[in-house]
Nanobody, 125 residues
Framework: QEQLVESGGGLVQPGGSLRLSCAAS????????IAWFRQAPGKEREGVSC????????YYADSVKGRFAISRDNTENMVYLQMNDLQPEDTAVYYC??????????????????WGQGTQVTVSS
């Protein structure tokens, strides 16, 4: 059974950094596009970043471009989201999700079939 587990969330001051981790069991992450989404209270879920397979091309929402970086560690079967210069508007529950093996269109519109339980990120002074 496929399972994703996020970790690394927490409370951070504006301008601070966090690194989120996405650990997998029952699947090998390097064979799939893996994305991070977030959902803030009262708002729709938003695609944050995606790393494609097999070429590891990275994609970012305009709101996080230049501040966030997605990466894989294939030996550890992990995907990470390094978040720098965090701002209050980044406050949300962050989810990692498993997408298709090949992205055929805009990544945020692709089907993501396996989701983690989410990790809370709160940016506040």
């Amino acid at each position: 059974q496929e399972q994703l587990v996020e970790s690394g969330g927490g409370l951070v001051q504006p301008g601070g950094s966090l690194r989120l981790s996405c650990a997998a069991s029952g699947l090998t992450l390097r064979y799939y596009a893996i994305a991070w989404f977030r959902q803030a209270p009262g708002k729709e879920r938003e695609g944050v970043s995606c790393i494609s397979s097999p070429d590891d091309k990275t994609y970012y929402a305009d709101s996080v471009k230049g501040r966030f970086a997605i990466s894989r560690d294939n030996t550890e079967n992990m995907v990470y989201l390094q978040m720098n210069d965090l701002q209050p508007e980044d406050t949300a529950v962050y989810y990692c999700a498993r997408g298709p093996q090949i992205l055929l269109g805009p990544w945020a519109q692709e089907p993501f079939s396996t989701w983690g339980q989410g990790t809370q990120v709160t940016v506040s002074s």
